[in-house]
């Protein structure tokens, strides 16, 4: 099982994009990388996954390079309600583990 | 369509109890996983069900165990409870099982368990 490593936290302005690295090393051929955001008491949700180059959706874009031994969620122009964890998780459709996540702090 | 669901938010328990927790799925999601989240821990898998068997296993003793029914609900139950045990406990369901399938997984709200 592929183990991963994020920032612990981070800190931005609103307005900014934010890029939170994810090291993965020993990624499997068959591992896929995700990634969910978490706000206090609740369950994580879902934002994007990928499996190799970049990945787009309306709220985050994943970028894979070549190697996949690391992945950067990218989240354009960030606001107050943007202040969460952000897991990123590796794994096949069997077995996918959460990190300690980056926590991710959006300052006026 | 309804989310995942779990029963029941809160719960008081002493220690030595037991206690059941139960999750029911997104309707067609055939894989139910359960997790505890403690500030101290963070996320941590507990098991993985997909269709009523256990796939997949945390690193947890063997106090905490579940099961899954043929409807896809959920339960998971835990033994001598112990102080460590306060957590908010997270289902989470998707339709992974087979190779295609989505691996977003939908987290319910969870249950917060304190044990006094």
């Known amino acids: 099982l592929a183990k991963t490593t994020q920032p612990i936290s981070m800190d931005s302005y609103e307005g900014q994009e934010v890029n939170i690295t994810c090291s993965h090393n020993n990624i499997a051929t068959n591992d896929y990388i995700t990634w969910y955001q978490q706000f206090p008491s609740q369950g994580p949700r879902f934002i994007i996954q990928g499996y190799k180059t970049k990945v787009t959706n309306e709220v985050a874009s994943l970028f894979i390079p070549a190697d996949r031994k690391s992945s950067t969620l990218s989240l354009p122009r960030v606001s107050l309600s943007d202040t969460a964890v952000y897991y990123c998780?590796?794994?096949?459709?069997?077995?996918?583990?959460f990190g300690a996540g980056t926590r991710l702090t959006v300052k006026p | 369509k309804a989310g995942v669901t779990q029963t029941p938010r809160y719960l008081i328990k002493t220690r030595g109890q037991q206690v059941t927790l139960s999750c029911s799925p997104i309707?067609?999601?055939?894989?139910v996983s359960w997790y505890q989240q403690t500030p101290g821990q963070g996320l941590q898998f507990l098991f993985e069900y997909f269709s009523e068997t256990q796939r997949n296993k945390g690193n947890f003793p063997g106090r905490f165990s579940g099961r899954q029914f043929s409807n896809s609900r959920s339960e998971m139950n835990v033994s001598t409870l112990e102080l460590g045990d306060s957590a908010l406990y997270l289902c989470?369901?998707?339709?992974?099982?087979?190779?295609?399938?989505?691996?977003?997984?939908?987290f319910g709200p969870g249950t917060r368990l304190t044990v006094t």
């Open positions: 998780l590796v794994g096949d459709i069997y077995d996918m583990r």
């Open positions: 989470a369901s998707s339709l992974k099982g087979l190779a295609g399938d989505s691996y977003e997984q939908y």
């Open positions: 309707s067609g999601h055939r894989s």
